[in-house]
């Protein structure tokens, strides 16, 4: 998906190890959303942020934190990795001001936790 | 331990078929309402909205509808192709905020 570009694609934790999900996009696009898809299941979403230094809770944000760096970059943050967090992990944008409602994902981050 | 998680609807068809996929949304404040494809191994794609203003809107092989009065989402794909296989989610959005609200997705299965 260009313009989306999702670090790293696949990643192994063991429990209680801690990374960082990086989320760029090049679209200049002010809304950033970070989502989580189980199997079977539909994307929920973690947290977001409607422009650049600001940041709101999602539907399932335990155990998860974001930083929006800038325009560009949104990152997800797990301090303290749980088998509860394997999951595909999928990064969006949107620009809010012009009313278009698409949005854009990435190819997104495979993580499981062991 | 083993997760369970939930059976997404499915639905088989023919190639050249018409598809049709069911929807219901649950917050009767949302303004926009979307279709995402999502094709294995990728991110989903936007297919086409709808705002709560109208009740049909249609686009290339496709066309959404909107029943307000049960909040009901439906997508109609024509002359159903295999690379329509996919899963298919409705999304819906308040027009004062940016965030997305997905639902369960159908995953379509068109066969030659």
């Known amino acids: 998906n260009a313009g989306v570009t999702q670090t790293p694609k696949f990643q192994v934790l063991k429990t209680g190890q801690s990374m960082t999900l990086q989320c760029a996009q090049d679209?200049?696009?002010?809304?950033m959303y970070w989502y989580r898809q189980d199997p079977g299941m539909g994307l929920r979403l973690i947290y977001y942020?409607?422009?650049?230094?600001?940041?709101d809770k999602g539907e399932v944000p335990n155990g998860y934190n974001v930083s929006r760096l800038n325009k560009r970059e949104f990152s997800l943050r797990l301090e303290s990795a749980a088998p509860s967090q394997t999951s595909v992990y999928f990064c969006?944008?949107?620009?809010?001001?012009?009313?278009?409602?698409?949005?854009?994902f990435g190819q997104g981050t495979r993580l499981t936790v062991v | 331990g083993e997760s369970v998680g939930l059976h997404l609807p499915t639905l088989s068809v023919q190639e050249g078929d018409n598809s049709i996929i069911n929807c219901a949304y649950s917050?009767?404040?949302?303004?926009?309402f979307i279709w995402y494809k999502q094709e294995s191994g990728k991110g989903p794609q936007f297919i086409i909205d709808?705002?709560?203003?109208?009740d049909k809107r249609q686009g290339q092989r496709v066309t959404v509808l909107l029943n307000k009065t049960v909040k009901h989402l439906s997508l109609q794909i024509a002359a159903t192709q295999p690379g329509d296989s996919a899963v298919y989610f409705c999304?819906?959005?308040?027009?004062?905020?940016?965030?997305?609200?997905f639902g369960q997705g159908t995953i379509l299965t068109v066969h030659p």
């Open positions: 999304a819906e959005r308040l027009s004062s905020y940016g965030k997305l609200t």
């Open positions: 679209m200049n696009h002010n809304s």
């Open positions: 969006a944008n949107d620009d809010r001001a012009s009313m278009n409602t698409e949005a854009f």
């Open positions: 942020s409607a422009s650049e230094g600001t940041t």
């Open positions: 709808i705002r709560s203003n109208m």
């Open positions: 917050n009767s404040a949302s303004d926009y």
